[in-house]
C-alpha cells in the first residue's frame, strides 16, 4: 500500500498578478468600446495633437542641442589585462569619476582628450597636458594625442588638459594599500 501524498496546488503569485492585469486592460478595452463615438474621437484628437507636441518639442530640443558647442571630455583606457580575455579589445571611458587600482606601488594608465559633439561623436584632440605635482604624477605624451600618465605615490594632485582654449582640471587622489596602488580621477 502507498502512502497518500498531498500536493498543493497553489497558484505563484506573479501569475495572479499577470492575470489580473490581463483581465483589468481587457475591461478597459471594453469600457472604452461602449463610450459613444464622439467621446472616442475626442480622445483620439487629444492624443494627436499631444503626440504633435511632443514631436515640435523633439525637434526644437535637437536643434538647441545642434546649436550647442561640443564638450571636451578626457577619456580613460581600460586595463587591456581586463578587457584582451574577454576579447574586448581596447576599451576607453569617460566617466565623471574613474576608480581604479593596479598592484604595486604605482599606478599606470593612458588618457586623451575627446571633443563631443551633439551627435554624440567623437574626435580625439591634441591637448596641452600638465600637473601641479610633477613628483607625484609623471606624463608622458604620445604622437596619436594620448598620454601616458603615472601616479607615483600616494597623495592629492591636479592634472590640467587644455586644447581649443578650454581647460579641465582632473582632482587625481591616490591610496596606497598593502599591495596596491588604489587611484580615483574626477572629471
Known sequence: MQPSVKTSKRIPRSLLVGMAVVLAAVSLTAAYSRR??????????????????????????TQ???????????????????????????????PATFHFAQPGSQYV????????????????????????D?????????????????????GEGRLFVSAGGTRKVLQVKARQTEDAMDVRIVQ
Not at 459613444?36 to 487629444?46: H, K
Not at 583606457?77 to 571611458?93: E, I, S
Open 109 to 132: 594608465f593612458q588618457a586623451k582628450l575627446q571633443s563631443i559633439d551633439a551627435h554624440d561623436d567623437r574626435l580625439d584632440l591634441s591637448g596641452d597636458w600638465s600637473t601641479d
Open 134 to 154: 610633477p613628483e607625484m604624477i609623471a606624463i608622458e605624451r604620445h604622437d596619436h594625442g594620448a598620454v601616458t600618465i603615472v601616479v607615483r605615490r600616494a
Open 64 to 94: 538647441n542641442a545642434m546649436a550647442q558647442a561640443p564638450k571636451m571630455v578626457v577619456t580613460f583606457r581600460l586595463d587591456p589585462a581586463v578587457t584582451r580575455g574577454l576579447y574586448l579589445g581596447d576599451r576607453w571611458v569617460s
Open 36 to 61: 459613444a463615438p464622439e467621446v472616442r474621437e475626442d480622445a483620439l484628437a487629444s492624443s494627436a495633437r499631444l503626440a504633435a507636441d511632443q514631436q515640435a518639442a523633439l525637434t526644437g530640443s
